[in-house]
């Protein structure tokens, strides 16, 4: 069965529990399965009329030990998972009279209205499970630019074996993507509010990462990591790509086209997994806000970071996609070596060239654009206007991409644009776009967020130079050392 591995190389493989139970790799590389399970065209054609679930379970069952997870488990814990989910399809399709091949797949349907949900609660209950067996706890640390907080929080919430803390970049993050996290009663889980975050959340990934790179504190705090780091996210997020893709094709076998609005680049390495294990996607579309450190890369082969723009697409305002090195990983023959040389040169100088031969299959059926605040919001009054339909930020972003590259890509080919969070989260942006002094549209407004505003709030404060002390003392205490 397959084991886990580090993209420096520097550990011996793992089983999939200690992959997801470590989260980070001791070397601090991230892992990486040793092989890449296939999908043959026969298995693809028996699972196209699978429901979400089934399919998952399928998908998975090429990535988990058997001994580790017995079948008979994972699909309970598959069905536990997505039990929150509001909408009876899990993931619907939408699409447009005037643009048959032209869809939106809503993946905000889970219990915090964002894309984060769909692998959230398989990896917080895989956790749950396997420490149970071992008797043990774990505390996580987490930093997020809005969504993976709520996430994270909401799935962790009255786990006896863990305790959740995500940091996030105060001031930063919508209201309503706050008391998603602070109005949680339960005592596993501790909110902190991080001052003086100029680079936002990757202020916030620098410090867990620190964090993570002190294996012996690592191991006195119990911590590991819900963040794209751990591999199961990406795992599960694969599944959505296929289950996409069944949905949008005319014949299986047939191309489809993603566009995806993208940050830390978990959700599109876990696309290019999906194709790399045999899934027919033609072309993905890397969509970036002013935030172009992936589109910089995908056009010119220069992997550099940039200083940090707040946009109305916050929750991809990130100027280190750390999942990069993953997709490196697996785009490059010459292995963990090489990926380590990079690193290396990115951390010391902030920016790395990739050589002709890794950008040459780096760039390979992948297309990248920045939006601007400007069209995201053009885009989000248009569609409202037309279809009475209501994107939200990053959701636009995707869409506006597509519109502005589908044409480049092939005309007749289906194009599915990945809508990642309820609009309802982001009330000052419908606004903004709508034009709107005051009301929302109904499909603005979301009954659980509404009942949160009436909810007391907890939570810590902290100014980012003090985190890393603040958050271990915390922890300390939580566990009376
Ligand atoms: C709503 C939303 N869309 C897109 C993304 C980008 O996903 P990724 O970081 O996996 O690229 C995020 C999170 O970062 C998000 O919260």
Redo the contacts with the bound molecule.
Sequence with gaps: MIKYTSTRGGISPVGFDEAVLQGLADDGGLFVPEIIPTISAKQLQQWSTLNYTSLAYEILSLFVDPQIIPSEELKPLLRESFSGFEHPALMPFISFDDNPHFYIMEL?HGPTL???DIAMGFLVRTMDYLLKKRNQHLNLILAT????GPAAANASAGQKTLDCWPLFPAGMISCEQEQQMTTLKEKNIHPIAVNHCFDG?DDLDIVVARMFSDTKRKKELKLSSVN?INWC?VMV?TVHYVYGYFRACKHVGDPVVFS???????????GDLARKMGVPISTFICANNENRTLHTTFSTGLFKKRDLIETV?S??D?VV?Y?FWRFLFFNTNSGSAKISTMMKTFQDKGEVQLDPETYKSVRNGFKSIAISDEATLLTIKETFEKYNYLL????A?AVTAAKLLHQDVVNDVPVVC?A??HPA?FPTITRKALGSQNELPPQGVHHTLESAKSLPEKKLTCDLENLELFLSTQIKESLNL
């Design positions: 905000f964002s894309f984060k630019t809005g969504d993976t959340g794209s996210r997020q995806v609005p993208s940050g830390a680049f978990g959700n599109l390495c876990a697409s929750a991809i990130i996609p999942n939200d930020p990053h959701g972003v990945l990642t969070a989260k």
